[in-house]
């Protein structure tokens, strides 16, 4: 059956689609933020200042790397970066905050080809270089993404 108009599909739904400005602000399209299906986006965006600060402790690592790229030798470095990474997974899967070990199996947490994209397009504005997905998933665990992390920031800093 086609639509009333070129714009309206009533008995259609969007699958994957997040809007990366928040539908509050004045940067945001304003189809999006009229369509009732976005309405969970609309709550998350309410209460993103609470998730702020989680966010504010990779920034400040990664601009303290900015200034002395030696930090990414310690273990602790490569451990930090692997709990980051991990959070990330863990809200992509919806998981909320678990217990996160450096040695789990990323495959157990639930890291699959999707999941993998989406991981790596963050990975890609978070970090600043590219990472392909299949080499995010033959890692096994978030120590070695840790790890390729810091290596792929030396690369970055080191110049």
Same mark, same amino acid.
């Given at each position: 059956m086609p639509p009333s108009s070129p714009q309206e599909y009533g008995d %259609?739904? *969007?699958l994957g689609v997040a809007p990366t400005v928040p539908l509050g602000s004045a940067e945001s =399209? +304003? &189809?999006l933020s009229k369509d009732v299906r976005m309405a969970a986006y609309r709550n998350i965006g309410r209460g993103q200042s609470d998730a *702020? !600060? %989680?966010n504010d402790g990779l920034r400040a690592f990664l601009s303290s790397v900015k200034k002395d !790229? =030696?930090?990414l030798n310690s273990h602790? =470095?490569?451990n930090t970066l692997a709990l980051e990474i991990g959070k990330k997974l863990a809200s992509l899967l919806l998981t909320g905050d678990v217990d996160l070990d450096t040695s789990t199996n990323t495959a157990?947490?639930?890291l699959d080809s999707l999941v993998a994209i989406e991981l790596r397009g963050w990975w890609k504005l978070t970090f600043g270089f590219e990472i392909s997905t299949l080499e995010m998933l033959s890692m096994g665990t *978030?120590? %070695?993404l840790g790890? &390729? +992390?810091a290596d792929g920031l030396k690369g970055l800093y080191d110049n």
């Open positions: %259609a739904f *969007l =399209s +304003t &189809r *702020l !600060p %989680a !790229p =030696s930090i602790e =470095s490569v157990d947490m639930g *978030l120590e %070695a790890k &390729r +992390t």
